[in-house]
């Protein structure tokens, strides 16, 4: 009977731990629209010229293949991991449900390059470190995309590591998935 009662003393701790990450990020949400409602986008996210490897970035695209795709992601929310001289490799995390997400943010905060959760801190990922060791990184096969800089339409919006738990966990309402009806491929969102 105690290891009854002890294993549901356990599950309403684990219940009430998630809803209360699920409260967090959605008050993160809701400060940052509540901040673009505003008009005060400063209050948004860091804005960076460039983006660097191993860190978060929110960002307008516009895909050069649009026509032939069945759906794309016009916000992607992307990770870095390898450049081109006109683009570069990503992780487009949208493209998972919020479950998966957290599975791989989970598995990449093992390579993190420090535990201070500020500006410094990056993820030490590449396309080799994941194709090496794919199951090590659940579900990054389909989010891995090409980006090309001709086609963002917005500058990089830098996510601070401190918030990439509110962001990964939080329902994808910021993705805003395109889908093309003349599109002769056969598709729809992934989720």
């Not at 191993?54 to 032939?68: I, N, Q, R, S, W």
């Not at 959760?117 to 990054?140: C, I, M, W």
């Not at 001709?150 to 395109?178: C, I, Q």
Request: hydrophobic residues 40%; proline residues 6%; aromatic residues 14%.
């Amino acid at each position: 009977m105690a290891d009854l009662s002890n294993f549901v003393s356990q599950l309403k701790a684990a219940g009430a731990n998630l809803i209360a990450s699920a409260k967090d990020s959605l008050d993160w949400y809701k400060d940052r629209v509540n901040d673009l409602v505003k008009k005060d986008p400063s209050k948004l996210f860091k804005k960076a010229s460039m983006p660097q490897i191993g860190g978060m970035y929110l960002f307008v695209y516009d895909p050069k293949y649009k026509a032939t795709l069945p759906f794309y992601d016009a916000f992607p929310l992307v990770v870095p991991i390898e450049f081109y001289s006109n683009g570069f490799l990503g992780l487009n995390l949208h493209y998972l449900d919020t479950n998966a997400r957290s599975s791989l943010l989970d598995a990449l905060m093992k390579v993190r390059d420090n535990d201070k959760y500020d500006e410094t801190t990056k993820l030490n990922v590449s396309y080799r470190l994941l194709s090496s060791y794919a199951r090590q990184f659940p579900g990054h096969e389909v989010c891995i995309k090409r980006y090309l800089f001709e086609h963002v339409r917005s500058s990089f919006n830098y996510v601070n590591p401190s918030d990439w738990v509110k962001v990964v966990t939080m329902p994808s309402l910021g993705a805003k998935w395109k889908v093309n009806p003349n599109s002769k491929y056969a598709g729809s969102p992934p989720y």
